[in-house]
């Protein structure tokens, strides 16, 4: 497994290397809408502060959260995985190229709800946008499978993230283009360069399936796949790699004994406590009730999501589901939930609700739950960055 994982991303670098942009790219497959640009928060100018690009090691940088020797190369050079900075959007109802239960990335700001395929992110892992008057970065780690976005906004910078070309733990490292100092996608912390030790605010995203999402959002926005770039969207350039019991890629960590390398957990942490919940267990169940950080929360799981890193095409992967973490109370009230065929209902009004915290049914319809940031992701990496994290039973 290891060594065809290998030729694989080998093979990718040589792809996006040979692929210059093409403005007239749109690998949509039928006919389609025009897909359109929203308006963007320009980015802060390039600032003259030296590059943990060039050289991780400068001595004029902060002390580095991290030894810049154990970065590790993943093939590709800096931008050689292009990152989306001019996004286009259609329309839900414009869409017309990702099957049922494919996977998207779920991000709501303020007003705005937007959908990002994961079938254009596992070929770019960053796009740089703005919702809602915000600008965020939305990122994707096929390496590690989680999604994670982030405010964009650092004091009185608006920063712009590319990849760096770099892993940590197998996972994304990200770089800002005004200081070229280089961030952890998994943290949103900056760990060497200019900028070490700086955070950004996080936004909760979930991976559910395109229906899911198209039912909830029916006049939100949806990343299109003109990019600029020519990509085969569709295809999962990692066939085969979310077995459970195969090696991560460039980890070379220590794998946690708790569970199997690659066994899919979710991943909360809040005021210093960090559970990771298997997801297989959380299926059997459907709704768990947990205590993390002091604050009550309910998760759950639906079923019709697909795997994007199972089958040779991302929607044609195993069933794995979606899933969500909330504050279960409205206006003050207390809620529980168990799983019903529709999706979940609350015990105290009978209110149905989506796997995205919408009550879509009943008396406490249109209220939404507050979500909870929370990754789908591997084990070895919840485990790597966040050592003493309990695992629920």
Known sequence: MRVRLVVVLAGLAVVIGACAPSEENDTSRGSEATPFRVDQVRPSRPEGVPSALDNPADSSF???????????????????????????????????????????????????????????????????????????????????????????????????????????????????????????????????????????????????????????????????????????????????????????????????????????????ERQGDSVAVRLDRLAEQGVLDLDVGGTRLVAWVRAGTASALDDDSVGGGRDVGATGVFIPTVDGRQLSFARHQDGFVDDQTGTRWNVLGHAVDGPLAPARLEPVSHLDTFWFAWAAFQPETTVVP
Request: with cysteine; aromatic share 10%; proline share 8%.
């Open 62 to 268: 902060p002390q580095p959260l991290l030894d810049p020797d154990e970065l590790r190369s993943g093939g590709p050079p800096p931008d050689g995985i292009p990152s989306i900075d001019d996004p286009r959007f259609l329309r839900t109802g414009d869409v017309g190229f990702l099957d049922d239960d494919e996977p998207v990335l779920a991000l709501q700001v303020g007003r705005e709800a937007r959908a990002y395929p994961v079938q254009v992110l596992i070929w770019h892992e960053i796009v740089n946008d703005t919702v809602d008057g915000v600008p965020v970065t939305i990122t994707y780690c096929p390496l590690c499978n989680s999604a994670v976005a982030y405010d964009r906004r650092l004091g009185d910078r608006v920063l712009e993230f590319g990849t760096s070309g770099q892993l940590f733990n197998s996972s994304l490292v990200m770089y800002d283009r005004q200081t070229e100092s280089l961030w952890s996608h998994f943290t949103g912390q900056a760990v060497i360069g200019h900028l070490t030790g700086s955070q950004l605010e996080v936004f909760p995203v979930s991976t559910v399936s395109w229906d899911e999402w198209r039912s909830a959002n029916p006049d939100g926005l949806v990343l299109s796949r003109k990019t600029g770039f020519d990509r085969d969207y569709g295809a999962n350039p990692y066939p085969g790699y979310d077995e459970a019991g195969s090696a991560p890629f460039l980890f070379e960590g220590e794998v946690d004994g708790r569970l199997a390398a690659k066994e899919r957990v979710v991943g909360i």
